[in-house]
């Protein structure tokens, strides 16, 4: 059995399904080979290159995602699908193509399809019409260390500041500045802004925001953060969630798409529409320790359900099955 595992070219902004394949890389064994596009997933010449490029790779391949357009003459596949944001947000003729070439045809030339969370597979199933037993639930893993390094520059105490990773519009870190900035709440954002989200950053005295951090620092931010505010409207997974209870940061999340799913018993869970919901949640954390530390427990109860090695061996049983079926 030889697999290759193909990962696209990412741009500066991109490491999530990077991260998600690197933690489970030391689990898989030789027979599992990795493959990085040599092209960007941008214009339609280079997106023709990937799909020459990785048509004869190996007796399986597997896209991680993003790129799933490229299994279009593969005769063994497996595609993962992290989520649907993509579609949702575009419109006209842009939906029309995005949905043909990134989720309908790779959908029905996949041996097996992956998917990251149930919310995913639902969303998955209102998309395409494809038999159910094709898609596989398999949750993303933990990726993240507990090593951490002090950011010197970090302007708040510990447990003083709510902590909101991403800036993308399904993130609604808008709701979350609108609440910390009219309530006088440190809050600390790792993305880079939009002019409307700098916009609503009136008091720079309450708010600080970081780009490109590294894990180690990542780490220290979790650690030192009051709580991680993770409100958006949909995610296919939400990886902040498990890394914030994997290193005992209290999580607040939304209790729609597959926010609930992942964060189990071991968060808060609000509207993200409502204020209201967000202020009263991030109030209860700052103003109880009990509160604190039940999230805290509880969530590292939770993230024990996405141990890497875990993650890794229900792959290899993937890629076997595959093997094992009749051409």
Excluded at 32 to 52: A, C, E, P
Excluded at 77 to 102: C, M, P, Q, Y
């Amino acid at each position: 059995m030889e697999v290759t595992l193909v990962l696209r070219k990412s741009m500066s902004n991109q490491f999530s399904i990077e991260k998600v394949f690197n933690s489970l890389h030391q689990y898989f064994g030789p027979q599992v080979k990795r493959h990085k596009s040599s092209f960007y997933s941008h214009g339609i010449w280079n997106r023709l290159r990937i799909i020459q490029e990785i048509t004869y790779l190996g007796d399986l391949v597997h896209i991680a995602g993003d790129i799933t357009f490229a299994n279009l003459f593969i005769k063994k596949s497996i595609v993962t699908f992290h989520d649907f944001e993509f579609i949702h947000r575009a419109r006209g003729l842009k939906r029309f193509i995005l949905n043909l070439f990134w989720v309908k045809l790779p959908s029905k030339r996949a041996t097996k399809i992956t998917v990251i969370s149930k919310a995913s597979q639902e969303a998955l199933f209102d998309l395409v019409d494809i038999p159910k037993n094709k898609v596989n639930l398999i949750y993303n893993p933990i990726t993240i260390g507990k090593k951490s390094a002090p950011l010197k520059n970090l302007k708040f105490a510990i447990n003083s500041f709510v902590f909101c990773i991403g800036t993308k519009a399904n993130k609604n870190l808008e709701t979350v500045i609108e609440v910390t900035q009219s309530n006088h709440i440190n809050l600390v954002i790792l993305g880079d802004l939009s002019k409307k989200q700098q916009s609503l950053l009136k008091n720079d005295s309450t708010f600080q925001n970081f780009t490109n951090v590294s894990e180690k620092h990542l780490v220290y931010l979790y650690q030192q953060a009051a709580l991680l505010c993770f409100c958006s409207f949909e995610e296919g997974f939400g990886l902040p969630i498990i890394e914030a209870q994997y290193l005992d940061c209290p999580v607040i999340t939304s209790n729609c798409s597959s926010m609930p799913e992942v964060a189990g018993n071991g968060a808060l869970l609000v509207n993200p529409n409502s204020k209201e919901e967000i202020l009263k949640a991030i109030k209860y954390v700052f103003s109880s320790e009990e509160a604190r530390l039940e999230l805290v427990s509880q969530g590292r109860k939770n993230a024990k359900r996405f141990a890497p090695k875990e993650i890794a061996r229900q792959y290899i049983d993937l890629y076997n099955e595959v093997f094992e079926e009749k051409n």
